[in-house]
């Protein structure tokens, strides 16, 4: 009932760009915070940076300078711009949101597919 879509990984060299996309779509009701996180092969599931509903966010001091959370208003849509991406930036990307999707609901997690994010040296 609520997607997670995600776009805008590839191959980049270090040093460069790249932008991040997420949408949220389906039954929801109020999104209380999106974010960012990484799986690299054979490590676990880190998070990258937050956002809440009231704009407050927050960064892993790995990409603190470097990275930057967004989001539209009205709210479905999060981006993570990424700069000065290095080597060991490169792992799937899932975007996360915890939303509620019916007022009488609690907040409950949601995920996307994932994109994968490769820096070469």
């Known amino acids: 009932q609520v997607q997670l879509v995600e776009s805008g990984g590839g191959l980049v060299q270090a040093g460069g760009s790249l932008r991040l996309s997420c949408a949220a779509s389906?039954?929801?009701?109020?999104?209380?915070?999106m974010g960012w996180y990484r799986q690299a092969p054979g490590k676990q599931r880190e998070l990258v940076a937050t956002i809440t509903s009231a704009g407050s966010t927050d960064y892993a001091d790995f990409v603190k300078g470097r990275f930057t959370i967004s989001r539209d208003n009205p709210w479905n849509t999060v981006y993570l711009q990424m700069n000065s991406l290095k080597t060991e930036d490169t792992a799937v990307y899932y975007c996360n949101a915890d939303l509620r999707n019916a007022w009488y609901r609690q907040g409950s997690g949601y995920w996307g597919q994932g994109t994968q994010v490769t820096v070469s040296s």
């Open positions: 389906g039954r929801i009701f109020s999104i209380n915070s």
